[in-house]
């Protein structure tokens, strides 16, 4: 029971209080760069959510059994940074083979997540939060759902904003910011919740 | 004068915050004071004409087809180095900084440069659009973290620069204040353009 607590307490922080884009600033490019439209978004925040909790599982493992026992933690960057690379091909090649209708539909976005800051700042802070190898995976697949909620809000918000009058020099790239900015005002009522 | 060009270029014409909006993590993230940004700027420059540098020095020996894994792998090299550095030298800044700074490895500012750039063009051309690109990622920072930090705080630089009567609009330095500041900044610089 205790521990389903310390779960649904983690679930909280990291979709909500700590949310990684508007509380945490990870995974920004994305964030503004695929919200335009509400089905790209939605396939941008399922890739996103596979690869930082396949990530968060693989940097664990490579961090306790390979950087540590062997002193080499100062690699810990460019190890994740490969890792990460490698699994985002991985995972291209084995989604292109088995389910070609969904490798369509990610097929622009997996790519670009080798360079989503989330990513590599999930590994990092599991690694820094000095987390059990479940609470990492947990924690890189709850990271992920606060990824892409904020992500499917955001690209509501925006396909609405495409019909609004606006003054042409806040179009585009301004007024997202200034959408996120009342996002992170929002969630900031969140912050009052403490486990 | 083509030279000169290179340096200049990245200041304000290529601006690569403002302009190409590239790497906003580190810039909404660490603008919540002055000496944060200027931290950042120094470490991301470092970063930028190291691997400029290198990356212009091996473009020849690179496959084409595997050249990002390298640059990125050269770009780590050069993180892990400043990290260890300012862990060792300033440690509080480093705690401040915290995750950003490994996270320079994947500032699109670094790996877009190497790609655009640094991967084409000679040393000379490539050490001046580094320290460029770098200066001018600095300078918006600094500008986006003075606003905050005068609106937020009332100081600058840590010291009290307006007077007691003014309230901090505490805000301007949590984290919807960085979204806000850049989006009307953003939109300043597109009633330049027009």
């Given at each position: 029971m205790e521990l389903l607590a310390k779960i649904f307490a983690m679930a909280i922080a990291a979709i909500f209080v700590q949310n990684f884009v508007l509380a945490r600033f990870l995974g920004l490019c994305p964030y503004i760069g695929v919200s335009k439209k509400l089905d790209s978004a939605l396939g941008m925040g399922m890739a996103v959510i596979f690869v930082m909790t396949m990530a968060s599982t693989f940097t664990w493992l490579i961090q306790t059994y390979l950087l540590v026992p062997l002193k080499i933690e100062f690699l810990q960057t460019i190890a994740f940074i490969l890792t990460i690379a490698s699994l985002v091909q991985l995972v291209e090649m084995i989604i292109q083979k088995t389910a070609p209708a969904l490798y369509k539909a990610l097929g622009v976005f997996l790519p670009l997540i080798t360079t989503n800051c989330a990513v590599l700042g999930v590994a990092i802070l599991n690694i820094n939060e000095e987390y059990t190898f479940i609470f990492a995976i947990l924690n890189g697949l709850f990271a992920g759902l606060g990824f892409t909620l904020v992500l499917i809000l955001m690209a509501g918000i925006r396909e609405r904003l495409e019909r609004a009058e606006l003054p042409r020099t806040m179009r585009g790239m301004p007024i997202?910011?200034?959408?996120?900015?009342?996002?992170?005002?929002?969630?900031?009522g969140f912050s009052g919740l403490k486990f | 004068m083509s030279v000169i060009k290179e340096?200049?270029?990245?200041?304000?014409?290529?601006?690569?915050?403002?302009?190409?909006?590239?790497?906003?993590?580190?810039?909404?993230?660490?603008?919540?004071?002055?000496?944060?940004?200027?931290?950042?700027?120094?470490?991301?420059?470092?970063?930028?004409?190291?691997?400029?540098?290198?990356i212009s020095l091996i473009k020849g020996f690179i496959p084409r087809k595997i050249r990002i894994p390298s640059y990125i792998v050269v770009i780590a090299s050069f993180v892990t180095i400043v990290d260890m550095v300012m862990e060792a030298y300033v440690p509080a800044l480093h705690k401040n900084l915290g995750l950003f700074i490994p996270l320079i490895v994947?500032?699109?500012?670094?790996?877009?440069?190497?790609?655009?750039?640094?991967?084409?063009?000679?040393?000379?051309?490539?050490?001046?659009?580094?320290?460029?690109?770098?200066?001018?990622?600095?300078?918006?920072?600094i500008v986006i973290a003075s606003i905050r930090e005068i609106l937020g705080a009332g100081q600058f630089l840590g010291y009290n620069v307006l007077p007691a009567t003014f309230k901090p609009m505490l805000v301007a330095i949590l984290a919807p204040g960085a979204f806000l500041v850049m989006g009307l900044l953003m939109g300043l610089m597109n009633l330049k353009k027009k």
């Open positions: 997202a910011m200034i959408v996120a900015g009342c996002m992170a005002l929002a969630f900031l | 340096f200049t270029k990245g200041i304000v014409k290529e601006n690569p915050v403002f302009v190409m909006a590239l790497g906003l993590c580190p810039v909404l993230a660490v603008s919540s004071s002055v000496e944060n940004a200027i931290g950042m700027g120094a470490a991301a420059t470092f970063v930028l004409v190291f691997s400029n540098i290198f994947v500032n699109c500012i670094i790996l877009g440069r190497a790609e655009a750039f640094a991967g084409k063009n000679n040393l000379i051309r490539s050490i001046l659009d580094g320290f460029g690109m770098g200066l001018g990622f600095t300078l918006a920072l």
